[in-house]
């Protein structure tokens, strides 16, 4: 009941195209899911974050879209860019304790 | 805002010795701080969650008395990996949560370890 599942593993696209990355929880207990980008070597950062509250959450190219009903979230990444590629990992929290992360996706974004 | 930074960046060490690795929030006091651990390609796995002047709470099979936790103020916290071996070799990775009932997490950028 603590995993977040993600979907895909990996996913190529290509420049300017549209990145969507999926996620599915099973505790309703948790109120808060956050994205997270990770370059290689170093540390995750956090991209975007949304509360169960809110069915979405726009900043800049970045949207999660949330279904409370379904236990899913998206990251959608518009007009993807090289600089992009990285590796991206949804979590959710409850308090902000005991952060559940999901296995992570490979973006590459093709030139 | 919100930036955490971790020293050594990276270190080597023999085996038998022991790492000190450094987290620090740097613009915020950090009421929770975490430790991870992150193998190549793989997700983050959370080693210990350390509330400041409490003691740490471990996960299930992380050998406390091997990774010595102290969070001594609201900006620091310490790991420290002893006796090392080399399948101690990975990427740690510290996070802080700020007070106040924040949810948001911040990490560090790593702190690769290879114990030779």
């Known amino acids: 009941q603590q995993q977040v599942k993600q979907s895909p593993q990996s996913l190529i696209v290509q420049k300017g195209g549209i990145s969507i990355i999926n996620c599915a929880y099973e505790?309703?207990?948790?109120?808060?899911f956050p994205w997270y980008q990770q370059f290689p070597g170093k540390g995750p950062a956090l991209l975007i974050a949304?509360?169960?509250?809110?069915s979405e959450k726009k900043e800049g190219r970045f949207t999660i879209s949330f279904n409370k009903s379904a236990k899913q979230f998206s990251l959608h990444i518009m007009d993807s860019q090289p600089g992009d590629s990285a590796t991206y990992f949804c979590?959710?929290?409850?308090?902000?304790?005991?952060?559940?992360f999901g296995p992570g996706t490979r973006l590459s974004v093709l030139p | 805002g919100a930036v955490v930074s971790q020293h050594p960046s990276w270190v080597i060490c023999k085996s038998g010795t022991s790492v000190k690795i450094e987290c620090r929030s740097l613009?915020?006091?950090?009421?929770?701080m975490f430790w991870y651990r992150q193998f190549p390609k793989q997700s983050l796995m959370l080693m210990a969650t350390?509330?400041?002047?409490?003691?740490?709470?471990?996960e299930q099979g992380v050998e406390k008395d091997k990774f010595l936790i102290n969070h001594a103020s609201l900006t620091l916290s310490t790991l420290t990996v002893t006796s090392a071996h080399p399948e101690d070799s990975s990427f740690y990775i510290c996070?802080?949560?700020?007070?106040?009932?924040?949810?948001?997490?911040?990490f560090g950028p790593g702190t690769r370890l290879t114990v030779l």
């Open positions: 979590a959710a929290t409850r308090y902000g304790q005991n952060f559940v």
């Open positions: 350390s509330n400041e002047g409490s003691k740490a709470t471990y």
């Open positions: 949304i509360r169960p509250d809110v």
């Open positions: 505790n309703t207990a948790f109120d808060y």
């Open positions: 996070s802080a949560r700020a007070s106040g009932g924040r949810r948001e997490q911040f």
């Open positions: 613009d915020f006091q950090a009421t929770t």
